[in-house]
């Protein structure tokens, strides 16, 4: 959430919905400001929901996991997964 909100969540929104279909992930409808869906590995998908930052409000964002994330990946293994995407994500923007 921190990377989000120091850095990405400052972008512009075009530039960095640009940049997560460049990587792969699909963008989906959603009450976010930008939602996309990172399908990392077969049946592991991440969504990435960012908040743009505005006159009012700092950026934010979180990243969630699908339910049946468990039977495939540890705690330590799915932080790693998230942090391969957001330093990805960094390299392009």
């Given amino acids: 959430e921190e990377v989000i909100r120091r850095e990405i969540g400052k972008m512009e929104p075009e530039r960095v919905r640009k ?3 460049d990587l792969g992930a699909e963008l989906i409808p959603s009450k976010a ?3 996309a869906v ?3 590995f077969p049946c592991y998908p991440v969504t990435l929901n960012i908040w743009f930052a505005d006159e009012e409000l700092e950026g934010s ?3 969630f996991l699908d339910a049946s994330a468990q039977h495939y990946l540890s ?3 799915a932080v ?3 942090e391969l ?3 990805e994500l960094k390299k392009l923007l």
Wanted: aromatic share 4%; proline share 0%.
């Fill in 19 to 21: 940049a997560c279909g």
């Fill in 33 to 35: 400001d930008l939602c």
């Fill in 38 to 40: 990172f399908k990392l």
């Fill in 61 to 63: 964002g979180r990243m």
């Fill in 75 to 77: 705690v330590e293994d």
């Fill in 80 to 82: 790693t997964a998230g």
């Fill in 85 to 87: 995407i957001l330093e």
